[in-house]
Structure formats: structure tokens, C-alpha cells
T-cell receptor, first 113, second 111 residues
Framework: NAGVTQTPKFQVLKTGQSMTLQCAQDMNHNSMYWYRQDPGMGLRLIYYSASEGTTDKGEVPNGYNVSRLNKREFSLRLESAAPSQTSVYFC????????????FGNGTRLTVT | GENVEQHPSTLSVQEGDSAVIKCTYS??????FPWYKQELGKRPQLIIDIRSNVGEKKDQRIAVTLNKTAKHFSLHITETQPEDSAVYFC??????????FGSGTRLSIRP
């Protein structure tokens, strides 16, 4: 089992460009999450999906959209990238909402110039 | 909204000594409190977790304590070793099923 797979691993964008970060899990988990990690700021929740067909905002949703394509896949879209979105993005999944451990992907390092 | 505060932000201890990291949370409905370890350039990985019906949990050199009345929980690492050097994050679930993280503690073990 691969666990949680994120693509791409690295990306450089110019301000105003758009892109989609892909995430897939093969553990049959119900819940999926997107976090961003900035130095000294810990992990901040962008969006999450408690189950297939539902998505909800986290702590810092502005500038992002998500799609829970099916049970396995949860994508994060930046419509018009800004330098403030330079960060490391982690996707995670868990068996259930709230009370199950998160399994993280390896992260996507995004730089917006 | 929900908030998790973590202290200290950096911690340096002598090899063999104990390290303690403390967190407080704001949502009284929180029931699940995991701790993650993140090595440089790697993804966070779960090291221990505790649920609200338990006051303490141990796993070898690692222990977590929970005080639901005071809304705080702590990570204790005994007999620290060089491989314990990393960033540690506490987290708590919320009534909306989100998992919110603290800002992290960078732990350094001095030889």
C-alpha cells in the first residue's frame, strides 16, 4: 500500500497562475484533509472532507478550492496564486472524523514568485 | 473558533534528561488528542494519542497526560536520545470534526 500520495512534490508558480494539487489514498479512509505548513506556524487546516461528497472550510480557506472527486481522491486548487501561498502543503487522511489518526502524504513544496 | 496553543516553541535538553511539552485547547467538546513528530524535510508522523476517557497513556519512553477540566494535555519524553530531536506537534479534534494543530515545539537533544 502506498498510503497517501501527493503530486507534484515541487512546484513554482508566477503570481496569478492557477494549479491543482492532487492527493489520493489507498487505505479506504473516509476523511481527507489539506494543511499548509509555514515556518513557525505549525500545520493550519485549509479544507477537509469528512466523507465522500462533503467538504468544509478549515482555518485558512481563502484563496483555495477543493474537490472530493471520489473516496480516494481529494484535490486542492489555487485559482490565482499569490506569494502568500508559498508554503508546504500536506494532504492527510483518516478512517473517521476527528477521533482517528491522520496519515500524511509527503507534501508539496509550492513557491509563488 | 477552535484553538490549540503549544509551549514552548523551542526546547533544548541534555541527552538522558526528560522533556515536557504542554498544550491547551479551547473547544470543550474535543475528545481526541494526538501528538505528531516531524523530522526535517519529512511528513508528520503519529507518535501517541489519547482519548478523553483516559487520563494518561504510556508507550515506552513517551507518555501523554490529559486534564479535561483544565483543557490541557502534555507530552513527556524520558531518557531522551539524539533521535528524539525533531519538531513535535500537539493536536485536538473539534466539535466540527476538524483536527487543529498547535504551532509546534522544536526539540534539540544536547550530547
Amino acid at each position: 500500500n502506498a498510503g497517501v500520495t501527493q503530486t507534484p512534490k515541487f512546484q513554482v508558480l508566477k503570481t496569478g497562475q492557477s494549479m491543482t494539487l492532487q492527493c489520493a489514498q489507498d487505505m479506504n479512509h473516509n476523511s481527507m484533509y489539506w494543511y499548509r505548513q509555514d515556518p513557525g506556524m505549525g500545520l493550519r487546516l485549509i479544507y477537509y472532507s469528512a466523507s465522500e461528497g462533503t467538504t468544509d472550510k478549515g482555518e485558512v480557506p481563502n484563496g483555495y478550492n477543493v474537490s472530493r472527486l471520489n473516496k480516494r481522491e481529494f484535490s486542492l486548487r489555487l485559482e490565482s496564486a499569490a506569494p502568500s501561498q508559498t508554503s508546504v502543503y500536506f494532504c492527510a487522511s483518516s478512517a473517521g472524523t476527528g477521533v482517528s489518526p491522520l496519515h500524511f502524504g509527503n507534501g508539496t513544496r509550492l513557491t509563488v514568485t | 473558533g477552535e484553538n490549540v496553543e503549544q509551549h514552548p516553541s523551542t526546547l533544548s535538553v541534555q541527552e538522558g534528561d526528560s522533556a515536557v511539552i504542554k498544550c491547551t485547547y479551547s473547544d470543550s467538546a474535543s475528545n481526541y488528542f494526538p501528538w505528531y513528530k516531524q523530522e526535517l524535510g519529512k511528513r508528520p508522523q503519529l507518535i501517541i494519542d489519547i482519548r478523553s476517557n483516559v487520563g494518561e497513556k504510556k508507550d515506552q519512553r513517551i507518555a501523554v497526560t490529559l486534564n479535561k477540566t483544565a483543557k490541557h494535555f502534555s507530552l513527556h519524553i524520558t531518557e531522551t536520545q539524539p533521535e528524539d530531536s525533531a519538531v513535535y506537534f500537539c493536536a485536538a479534534d473539534s466539535s466540527a470534526s476538524k483536527i487543529i494543530f498547535g504551532s509546534g515545539t522544536r526539540l534539540s537533544i544536547r550530547p
